[in-house]
């Protein structure tokens, strides 16, 4: 894609792999019939932005190629130059799990890269914050208004005489109570809720908000695991304790958070390897152009980071689905491929009970964007995986601590997939988007890239980095790949923010039960 | 229970049926071995207070009886005064809802009630709202953020000047996206956020924020039938349509909100008969005084309101099931009691898919408050709604237009059900608690019932009714019954204002979704 940039009002369309027989057209507001595009054929029909046109002729129950993989066989015969979409291709089915190479490619390492840094809060478990932040968790849903409304307290008394604090954050979610706390799915919500409060932006400090009969009680919640890796000190709350009512509730939440202000107020930023990074990736709102302009660039980015010793988790087990046996070749050793296999197997079972399956994930932004099925979504997914081997395997909720790149299995839901990677120690996010959505999070930075420039013109002051330039050649994957690798240690140092942080833009954590609700 | 009070500090126990073979402690605190109750048995070790005190020698295996029910069969001989505990209580199966008597026994028509009003906004639908409130819904959740933006500056710059509307209220939630929207789950989250948006209290005026690539598009989201339904107008934020950016959406929904704040400022209280009401009823944080106390009161309420034409509804199938034959045969009519089984039926399945049973339903602070299982939970649960026949049955999110008892199938999570209450048109709720806690719903006041005077005084700011009186013998059943059917008019006229609202405690919305996430 390293060619001189042609002016964007030419026709133009991206074909990713040689072996591809269909190409993505780039042009804003799509191609009239009759265009000739550079790669030799004349569209027969209109054919919108980021949807696919047909190289060749094409019969009908053959292949269709993307990213030089099978994304579906053709429903009836194609002339080439014609549109391409969804209701013309059959999906093929996901790779039998049973039948996936374990560790049979995994890349050799790439050279290390040394002396990138930022400044972060260090923690005295070794772990690194990029926010300074006062979390105050709850084990159960009931006891969030009271929470919040100490929060705000807190914030307005408290918080301006501790000018190192960031910010005060409830953990507040709806399990706790009125679920079924022992049957197989709670483990998940459970370990999610421990991990969480162990996020390194909290920096060891916790405060706990409990109701008292609840079926999540603090000790469950926490674990004896969880409270010793706590560097710093845990402090419950119990509501039903109080004797005096509400007043006395407030009053005990803001007693029990000032002395932790005041140790969080001790900290400051020191300089930081960029291997002390943890970064999330995730995608949300995509279209045909994710897999190849923002995914790419932001894959660069993470061999960038792997390269400097930092861990790296892409997620979403519906978007890589499909690309399950490239990823087990990719992995560092036979169990890494196991664990990630276990995890694929478990969603699908998990899919089945619900009466769905992993082509329930596609909506229709994803599909008037271009993307035609899941296949075709997840090899655009996995592009922001990059090239480098498969560590390490977390399950949802699970917390990581392998350096390098991880997987780490969640939903692709992006408010689930975010809190399950704040629970795995995430502490940078970054998230592609090729329709747009102001999505954020309190806990760590949201570095949100476009995949097309039309959506960065449209929204400049919610998206961070244009990945669109590389679809017109103005930019090539590298340049921004370096530009994202760059913004998130401008990000992570505190030196610069990002929108949804300027605006305060905040998702809810919400957490992944698989269990029922009684 | 109509004596005259006796000293809280003499020992006493209350029995509830003749057949009982155990009676609940009163004492704070409980009481002491050697203590002699007024029943005639003397302590052979020290009881909790709300905790079970056998009345006579019980053999391994002989039935336990409380409310002349069988809550379970004893593990080993138990002798008299000894204290009867969960861990020697087996619990019985669940009827067989095969064999569940259909509209045997329905009770006869209890004597009309006339001349009780309140003061509420009529709709042009015939709904009564008991406060004037501009809903401002998502279609998904990734938009929640941005309203709650939008919602902060509606407040400060625009609710100053429309001084009957009382408040403008984010319906967020975790729906709309990730989500298997196909999956036959998925109908329950769907139409409960339809069915949500017609509540009486937002005057018929909705406005609802998409995203514009999200799976539960608005048409989807609303429905026709919906849309009819609604008396006012309907208006769509996209915010993908933003050309502008953040600046651009926030001003696009002010501008859809301010019309709305004004006629919803036209709108003035008008007297309306006790028949308006739809009073949904809960308990949390249950004890065993729960079904002794506040749990009857309300009950007598449910009467008095049921009598003066309106529409009640209990919930929470797990607390009803194993007392499913007795509200069977209590349906009007045999279609009534089989919707009743189907509903039933399905939540036994749904818990079964998911690994739990109807017995993951108590908790700790149930357990510690003297309820051995989920059957004397259950017993004490139903006595609140009352003597009346059962009337109607809706499904999970369904509207409710039937008047009289109705049975409106919601999980027992208290948030969940007050959610679903609220879609099920809801307009007063009432929520009683033995072990206490802080709840409270933005749409609707909660009038909060203590079932036990030691938690009544120590909150004394959270709790609105003290039913403990009742077994101090300082107040009837009856009397409770009429305070709170009293409270009801009062609060619903806007002339008293709940605990929970007076402090702003508002519980967010949690959307029950028995599908899977994606």
Known sequence: MKTAAPSVTQPRAIR??????????????????GARLDLGVTLREDVPEAHKVALADLAAGDRIVRYGTVIGYARRSIAHGSWVHEGLIDPPQPPALADCPLATAPPAPLPRLEGFTFDGFRNADGSVG???ILAIATTVQCTAPTVKHAVERIKAELLPRYPNVDDVVAIAHHYGCGVAIDAPGAAVPIRTLRNLSLNPNFGGELLLVSLGCEKLQPERMLGGGALKVLAGETSVAVLQDAEQGFGEMVAHIMALAEPKLQRLNQRHRVPCPASDLVVGLQCGGSDAFSGVTANPAV????????RAGATVMFSEVTEVRDAAH????????????????????????????????????????????????????????????????????AGPGERVTQKGLVFAATPA????????????????????????????????????????????RRWPDLIDVDAG???????????????IFRLILEVAGGRKKTWADHWGLHNEFVLFNPGPVT
Chains 1, 2 share one sequence.
């Open 16 to 33: 990713v792999h040689d072996d591809d027989n269909v190409a993505v057209v780039v042009n804003q507001g799509g191609l009239a019939a």
């Open 130 to 132: 990029t926010k300074n």
């Open 299 to 306: 894959g660069f980015a993470a061999d960038l980071l792997v």
């Open 326 to 393: 490239l990823l087990t070749a990719r992995a560092a050793t036979a169990e890494v491929a196991q664990a990630f296999i276990r995890e694929m197997a478990w969603y699908d079972e998990y899919l089945r009970l619900g009466g769905a399956d992993r082509a329930a994930n596609p909506t229709p932004g994803n599909k008037r964007g271009g993307l035609a099925n899941v296949v075709e979504k997840a090899m655009g997914s996995i592009a922001k995986a990059g090239s480098t081997a498969l560590m390490g395997v």
């Open 413 to 456: 839901s992006d408010f689930i997939c975010g809190t399950l990677q704040l629970a795995a120690s995430m502490n940078m996010h970054i998230f592609t988007t090729g329709r747009g959505t102001p999505y954020g999070l309190a806990v760590v930075p949201v570095i949100k890239v476009a995949t097309n420039s039309g959506l960065a």
């Open 469 to 483: 330039r590389i679809a017109t050649s103005e930019a090539t994957v590298e340049d921004i790949g370096w530009e």
